[in-house]
């Protein structure tokens, strides 16, 4: 079975610009979570989606959004971006409860 | 508001001995709890799991603790091998209000001396 797949693996933006990442999840999956990682911190709770909807939401600005396709893969936005937002977007596809399957990450950097 | 806390920001251990990583919560509704460990440029890999029906969960040389009371689950490795050498997240839900949204520790690096 085809793990949880996320593009582009590494990128570098620039303050201002946005940015959009997507996740592939593991075939039979319809809920797709999204973290994020920045150094010393554990991952912080950013969204999930499940049947195209968003089921959840963490403590994060508008300026991160997100979405879901009918075929369960997610992609997620961040607008205006800022210094701060250079992390690991970390991707995760689940059953509908259980256990978070992640994927290898979006490094994101912002110069 | 941090409501998963790892205390110990890394743990180092002989090879074949024991490994115990501690994992504090303040909310008494989760009752789903995770173990993983990440690699560096890896994304977080599933251990073990735990629902608070139980107290303890064994898998191969992974065992998880929970104390429902103190509010507090502990991951034993045994024996530690130098392959375990990672940073280990615990993560906890309260999956039938909040279904798949976790909150994570801050970690714990283990480090496996030969």
């Known amino acids: 079975k085809a793990g949880v797949t996320q593009t582009p693996r590494y990128l570098i933006k620039t303050r201002g610009q946005q940015v959009t990442l997507s996740c592939s999840p593991i075939s039979g999956h319809r809920s797709v979570s999204w973290y994020q990682q920045t150094p010393g911190q554990g991952l912080q709770f950013l969204f999930e989606?499940?049947?195209?909807?968003?089921?959840n939401k963490g403590n994060f600005p508008g300026r991160f959004s997100g979405r879901q396709f009918s075929n369960s893969r997610s992609e997620m936005n961040v607008s205006t971006l800022e210094l701060g937002d250079s992390a690991l977007y970390l991707c995760?596809?689940?059953?509908?409860?259980?256990?978070?399957?992640f994927g290898e990450g979006s490094r994101l950097t912002v110069l | 508001d941090q409501q998963v806390k790892q205390n110990s920001p890394s743990l180092s251990v002989q090879e074949g001995r024991i490994s115990i990583l501690n994992c504090d919560y303040t909310n008494s509704m989760f009752d789903y709890f995770l173990w993983y460990k990440k690699y560096p440029a890896e994304g977080p890999t599933f251990l073990i799991s735990i629902s608070s029906i139980k107290d303890k969960n064994e898998d191969g040389r992974f065992t998880v603790f929970l104390n429902k009371s103190a509010k507090h689950l502990s991951l034993h490795i045994v024996p530690s091998q130098p392959g375990d050498s990672a940073v280990y997240f615990c993560a906890a839900s309260g999956v039938l209000y909040n279904f798949n949204k976790f909150y994570f520790g801050s970690g714990t690096k283990l480090n496996v001396k030969p």
């Open positions: 995760a596809s689940s059953p509908p409860v259980g256990e978070l399957f």
């Open positions: 989606y499940f049947s195209e909807t968003q089921r």
